[in-house]
């Protein structure tokens, strides 16, 4: 039973709140540059966004004690679509597809999609070149 409370944890203490008005990129701490940067791209295009708002639990141990979770970067409502970004090593992009697979399995009903550093930078290129 307390498995199922713990599957999806809504991230209430972040400054991520999805409201009617629109975000400012500026206004939110970011753990990484290149989720600014994005965050910046959704704010241009007008698309409404909550930074990392939920947390999926993948694994547990034997007292249902959350081991492994997953917090995707963004959802963007609008879509219904979790963004997770990896602009870094190879060793990261392994692990994150390994945790998304993990929740396609235990979560079918979400969507979630890894945006990979060549779409990052191509849609940083055309962002930048507006």
Not at 30 to 53: G, M, Q, T, V
Not at 69 to 95: C, G, H, M, R, W
Request: charged share 35%; hydrophobic share 35%.
């Amino acid at each position: 039973m307390a498995r199922n409370v713990l599957r999806v944890r809504r991230n209430s203490t972040k400054n991520n709140k999805l409201e009617l008005e629109f975000k400012n990129a500026e206004n939110i701490i970011f753990a990484h540059e290149s989720e600014k940067e994005f965050a910046k791209i959704l704010d241009f295009y007008r698309i409404k966004w909550e930074y990392e708002p939920k947390t999926f639990t993948l694994e547990w141990d034997e007292n249902d004690i959350p081991l492994i979770s997953f917090t995707p970067d963004f959802y963007l409502a609008d879509l219904d679509l979790y963004i997770e970004l990896t602009t870094l090593n190879q060793k990261l992009v392994t692990k994150k597809n390994r945790k998304i697979k993990k929740v396609r399995e235990l979560y079918p009903e979400i969507n979630v999609k890894l945006f990979y550093k060549k779409d990052y930078n191509s849609l940083l290129f055309k962002y930048l070149n507006r």
